[in-house]
Nanobody, 121 residues
């Protein structure tokens, strides 16, 4: 099973940028579909972005399209989420996730511990 550790969260202002990183460990880490989810206080966890093992295909939630970019470096077993033009509604705990099957949100079954992102208005 792949192990995941996020970093890069913090407190920023509206319009700022932030980059989240996820370090994946395990012999087959580079073969997993990778994604980012978020959970705001009092809300369900939601899919933010996902990327195939090759990095050739990515998917985004409508709320972040054009602002967030997911990428991966399989040589370093790293996945990043570049977040630009941040809004207060982006405030949440962000989780790195892995799936051995597909980019479908329901297939992600390995999770990091989460990192807090707070966007002040």
């Amino acid at each position: 099973q792949v192990r995941l550790a996020e970093s890069g969260g913090g407190l920023v202002q509206t319009g700022d940028s932030l980059r989240l990183s996820c370090a994946a460990s395990g012999r087959t880490a580079s073969s997993y579909f990778m994604g980012w989810f978020r959970q705001a206080l009092g809300k369900d966890r939601e899919f933010v972005a996902g990327i195939t093992w090759s990095g050739g295909t990515s998917a985004y939630a409508d709320s972040v399209k054009g602002r967030f970019t997911i990428s991966r470096d399989n040589a370093k077993n790293m996945v990043t989420l570049q977040m630009n033009s941040l809004k207060p509604e982006d405030t949440a705990v962000y989780y790195c996730a892995a799936s051995g099957r597909s980019l479908r949100a329901a297939d992600f079954d390995s999770w990091g511990q989460g990192t807090q992102v707070t966007v002040s208005s």
